[in-house]
């Protein structure tokens, strides 16, 4: 089934929003009577699953090799019966545009959840994860990424449909996602024709 891309800042509460989806998934599909519904597996994508240090972000090489790894972690368990929620630093259209391209190739509907977090937010929330040592980026390495990030933009088919989840919302617009990308309503982007 889907693939859901989880864009935003680091440290913007990415994987807060990733977890909160995939609980109302997992309620969607345990109530649900119907067998293609009931037959979906969920699959979490994150750095930290992966073994992928944040460090990795603060050299070019290390974070292409990170990039690789990640989205070879989504094309192993992309398929039409199972929900991928990837949350890690999709903060280049690019890197968004290639995921696009594998979830098109195995016909199956994807969407980018933005996070939209103000980057001084982000700061304090990364700093406090630092002193606590409960995670956090290195400041050198926060300040680049927030530079780089290439904002979602619905007008592009790869990063649409494009949910936008403000930092003072309760919870992501699950029921929506939901009905847009297993109950029918998504449009699946069919494979390009071999030449």
Request: a positive charge.
């Amino acid at each position: 089934m889907p693939l859901i891309l989880i864009a935003g800042y680091p440290s913007s509460g990415k994987t807060h929003r990733s977890k909160q989806l995939l609980d109302f998934f997992a309620q969607k599909i345990s109530e649900s009577d119907d067998p293609k519904i009931k037959r979906l597996k969920l699959h979490h994508i994150d750095d930290q699953g992966l073994g992928l240090s944040r460090d990795v972000y603060g050299a070019a090489r290390p974070e292409k090799d990170a990039r690789a790894t990640f989205s070879s972690a989504i094309k192993r368990v992309l398929n039409r019966d199972t929900v991928v929620v990837a949350d890690g630093m999709n903060y280049i259209k690019g890197f968004r545009y290639q995921l696009y391209c594998e979830a098109k190739a195995v016909q199956t509907p994807n969407c980018i959840v933005h996070v939209g977090t103000q980057p001084n937010q982000c700061r304090e929330l990364n700093t406090r994860a630092l002193e606590a040592g409960t995670g956090g980026y290195a400041p050198e390495i926060f300040e680049n990424l927030v530079f780089r990030f290439e904002e979602p933009n619905g007008m592009n088919r790869w990063d649409a449909p494009l949910f936008a989840v403000p930092w003072d919302d309760a919870t992501p617009p699950c029921e929506l996602i939901w009905d847009t990308m297993v109950g029918g309503k998504a449009k699946v982007a069919k494979p390009n024709a071999a030449t």
